[in-house]
């Protein structure tokens, strides 16, 4: 039984999900709701583990867990027996899965409770325009926002106040116990679970509804949770309340060494990246980061000695669990980082209550206000325009030669892919980014100049209101309050349309597109590996056909031309070979105030150890 609510994380069985039952919610996070009225739990999509050509079997087996996102309305009849509804007019609870069971260590009581969802997953899905939630076969990334699965039990009223003051937790050992039972039945395909409340009496009119007393019957009843396959014992720790209400906060997920996806090689500069990453956004004006460490277990890491040289600014959450795979999303099995999907709803869902505006974004990437020094005059500007989405068109900078060192070791840089054709001649010795400058100075030469065309537009970062994003991943708000708004809910003079994602609806929604020249931007420092930079010579020339790993910067008076970017035919002022450009605020104003930061922080930190 796990007890220890500050090894919570550690001790979750997180990887050590039984296979043997596909039903079963993949449990990532669970806690308790500040008012103590309900617990949420953050869960993983085990069936997007394995998906693509050759994976139709498992694809097969793992059907249930789309199940498990779709709602079914129940009765609870007054002997206590729970059956599947024949219609909803007789059904106690309308949209739930899971049988809520909670007992504690005070005494033998079991109180039981029906799960809710924060918002329907079917119904969202059908705005989106799909007329099933899952494929038989393929790689299914349509529906990559269902990697994510979040409900939440509601707390019986007996036990409310003493989950919401903390004290069934002693010692740090808690003593409110869930269990979490599944309601099992196949998962609906190519039909929807719809009322005139959901959709409107036209468009149900127009659908192919799942019936649900030809399905279920009159008679379907539940067994007991005795009988039944559940997660037993889930331990109930406290609340995370914030201390104050924040404006603006950062999550992440990292690790002390890690590979980027599809390659072998691995990077380890997380503790100076993050470091440097952590003063920058507090420099720019947010005013917490909650940082998940997803080094492995039993491996030394040396985030948690970051984190707390940043005692009031940086919550520490060491979170092991494994990804399902590191591919690329080319691969004919697509990568899914499962760990990092499920610490951005963790993090959203236990921070966003105590926040005004957040975001998630990776250790190497940057959120650069361009209209001051810090964010706080766009956060004013938007909220008074009602827009609840910030956007940011994400490009890869490259590392400028001039701040890249010889690699001390040389024998340390390998190819992983030598096979791979590469550039006629000798190669180079290898480079590393320099000690004496930072990452964001390093990298700050974008090869696209800014404004970004559209087509960065794919692999955007945003600052959003978790009060108006109900689930986000990784580089989209895929469920607002307005896509999953029932048509019940629309005003007598709002219009009603099933899809969200055309055009003219995408226009009227509260998001937009920074302007990067005045408002702010996003800078990706992505790592260049050191064996990315042993053919410079051939690659990094006027007119040359391979391309170039590092950045010689371009005067602001070389044109970019989009079309010929790839095509190494920038030159500068005296005609020699250039490729990128930097950004003047960056180069003048944060990098310098943030090299001497980090000189002092580094100094303040040696001093106090």
Same mark, same amino acid.
């Given at each position: 039984?796990v007890r220890?609510?500050?090894?919570?994380f550690? !001790?979750?069985p997180?990887?050590?999900?039984?296979?043997?039952?596909p039903?079963?919610?993949?449990?990532?996070?669970?806690?308790?709701?500040?008012d103590? /009225?309900?617990?949420?739990?953050?869960s993983?999509?085990r069936?997007?583990?394995?998906?693509?050509?050759?994976?139709?079997?498992?694809?097969?087996?793992?059907?249930?867990?789309?199940s498990l996102?779709q709602?079914v309305?129940?009765v609870?009849e007054?002997?206590?027996?729970i059956?599947?509804a024949?219609?909803?007019?007789?059904a106690?609870?309308n949209?739930t899965?899971f049988l809520?069971n909670?007992?504690?260590l005070y005494?033998?009581?079991?109180?039981?409770?029906m799960?809710?969802?924060?918002?329907?997953?079917?119904?969202v899905?059908?705005?989106?325009?799909?007329?099933s939630m899952?494929?038989?076969?393929?790689?299914d990334?349509?529906?990559? @926002?269902?990697?994510?699965l979040?409900?939440?039990?509601p707390v019986?009223?007996t036990?409310q106040a003493?989950?919401?003051n903390?004290?069934?937790?002693?010692?740090?050992?808690?003593?409110i116990?869930?269990?979490? !039972?599944?309601i099992?039945?196949?998962?609906?395909?190519?039909?929807?679970?719809f $009322?005139?409340?959901?959709i409107?009496p036209?468009?149900?009119?127009?659908?192919?509804?799942?019936?649900? /007393?030809?399905?279920?019957?009159?008679?379907?009843?539940?067994? %007991?949770?005795k009988?039944?396959?559940r997660?037993?014992n #889930?331990p109930?720790?406290?609340?995370?309340?914030p201390k104050k209400?924040?404006r603006?906060?950062?999550?992440?997920? $990292?690790?002390?060494a890690?590979t980027?996806r599809?390659d072998?090689v691995?990077?380890?500069?997380t503790?100076a990246r993050?470091r440097? @990453?952590?003063l920058?956004?507090?420099?720019?004006?947010?005013?917490?980061?909650?940082?998940?460490?997803n080094?492995?277990?039993?491996l030394?890491?040396s985030l948690q000695?970051?984190?707390?040289e940043?005692?009031?600014f940086?919550d520490?959450?060491? @979170?092991?669990c494994?990804?399902?795979?590191?591919?690329?999303?080319?691969?004919?099995n697509p990568?899914?980082r499962? &760990?990092?999907?499920?610490?951005?709803?963790?993090?959203?869902?236990r921070h966003?209550?105590?926040?005004?505006?957040m975001?998630?974004?990776?250790?190497?990437?940057y959120?650069v206000p361009?209209?001051?020094?810090t964010?706080?005059p766009?956060?004013k500007k938007?909220?008074?325009?009602?827009i609840?989405?910030?956007?940011?068109?994400?490009?890869?900078?490259?590392?400028?030669?001039?701040?890249?060192?010889p690699?001390?070791?040389? $024998?340390m840089c390998?190819?992983?892919v030598?096979?791979?054709?590469?550039?006629?001649?000798?190669p180079?010795?290898?480079?590393?980014?320099s000690?004496?400058?930072?990452?964001?100075?390093?990298?700050n030469?974008?090869?696209i100049?800014?404004?970004?065309?559209?087509?960065?537009e794919r692999?955007?970062?945003?600052?959003y209101?978790?009060?108006?994003v109900?689930?986000?991943?990784?580089h989209?708000s895929?469920? !607002?309050k307005d #896509?999953?708004?029932y048509?019940?809910?629309?005003?007598?003079?709002?219009?009603?349309?099933?899809?969200?994602?055309?055009?003219q609806?995408?226009?009227?929604?509260?998001?937009?597109?920074?302007?990067?020249?005045?408002e702010?931007?996003?800078?990706?420092?992505? &790592?260049?590996?050191?064996? %990315?930079?042993?053919?410079r010579e051939?690659?990094c020339q006027?007119?040359s056909?391979?391309?170039?790993?590092?950045?010689?910067?371009?005067?602001?008076?070389?044109p970019?031309v989009d079309?010929?970017?790839?095509d190494?035919?920038?030159v500068?002022?005296g005609?020699?070979?250039?490729?990128c450009?930097?950004n003047?605020?960056i180069?003048?104003?944060?990098a310098?105030?943030l %090299?001497?930061?980090?000189?002092?922080h580094?100094n303040g930190a040696?001093?106090?150890?």
């Open positions: 039984m220890e609510c500050s090894r919570l550690e !001790t979750f997180m990887d050590e999900y039984p296979e043997s039952d039903y079963l919610p993949w449990i990532h996070d669970v806690f308790p709701s500040s103590g /009225k309900y617990i949420h739990l953050v993983q999509n069936r997007r583990c394995g998906t693509g050509l050759g994976l139709e079997e498992r694809m097969k087996y793992w059907e249930p867990q789309m996102f709602p309305p129940v609870k007054v002997n206590g027996k059956r599947l024949s219609s909803f007019g007789e106690t609870t949209e899965r809520c909670f007992h504690s005494d033998d009581s079991v109180y039981q409770t799960s809710e969802f924060p918002f329907n997953y079917e119904y899905s059908w705005r989106k325009g799909k007329d899952f494929q038989y076969e393929g790689k990334n349509t529906q990559f @926002w269902l990697s994510q979040l409900f939440k039990c019986p009223e036990l003493l989950i919401q903390g004290n069934h937790v002693k010692d740090d050992f808690t003593n116990f869930l269990d979490i !039972t599944p099992r039945t196949p998962a609906r395909y190519g039909t929807h679970l $009322t005139e409340n959901h409107g036209s468009l149900l009119a127009a659908s192919n509804l799942f019936d649900l /007393k030809r399905n279920f019957g009159e008679k379907h009843y539940l067994p %007991e949770v009988d039944s396959g997660w037993a #889930i109930i720790c406290e609340s995370p309340r209400k924040h603006l906060v950062l999550c992440t997920w $990292t690790a002390s890690y980027r599809g072998v691995g990077i380890s500069d503790e993050v440097e @990453w952590v920058f956004h507090q420099m720019v004006g947010f005013d917490h980061v909650y940082l998940y460490d080094t492995a277990p039993g030394p890491s000695a970051i984190a707390d940043f005692p009031d940086v520490y959450y060491r @979170w092991p494994s990804i399902c795979n590191n591919n690329r999303p080319s691969h004919k990568g899914e499962s &760990s990092q999907y499920a610490a951005e709803a963790s993090c959203r869902e966003g209550p105590g926040t005004d505006w975001a998630f974004i990776d250790t190497d990437e959120l361009m209209a001051n020094d964010w706080e766009i956060l938007f909220d008074g325009e009602g609840h989405i910030l956007k940011m068109r994400s490009s890869r900078a490259k590392p400028r030669a001039e701040y890249m060192s690699m001390k070791n040389q $024998t390998v190819d992983p030598p096979q791979v054709r590469k550039p006629p001649g000798r180079q010795d290898c480079l590393e980014p000690k004496n400058h930072s990452f964001l100075k390093t990298y030469c974008e090869y100049r800014s404004p970004r065309p559209d087509r960065f692999a955007m970062k945003q600052i209101r978790p009060d108006y109900q689930s986000h991943f990784v989209y895929t469920v !607002t #896509i999953s708004k048509y019940k809910d629309h005003g007598p003079g709002d219009s009603y349309s099933r899809k969200v994602h055309q055009k609806w995408e226009l009227n929604a509260p998001e937009v597109f920074l302007d990067e020249i005045n702010g931007l996003l800078v990706h420092t992505r &790592s260049v590996l050191p064996h %990315e930079s042993q053919y051939q690659g006027i007119g056909k391979w391309g170039c790993a590092l950045g010689y910067v371009c005067p602001d008076s070389t970019f079309e010929k970017h790839k190494n035919v920038f500068d002022d005609g020699q070979y250039c490729n450009w930097k003047s605020k180069e003048d104003l944060y310098p105030k %090299e001497l930061m980090l000189e002092l580094v040696s001093m106090n150890r």
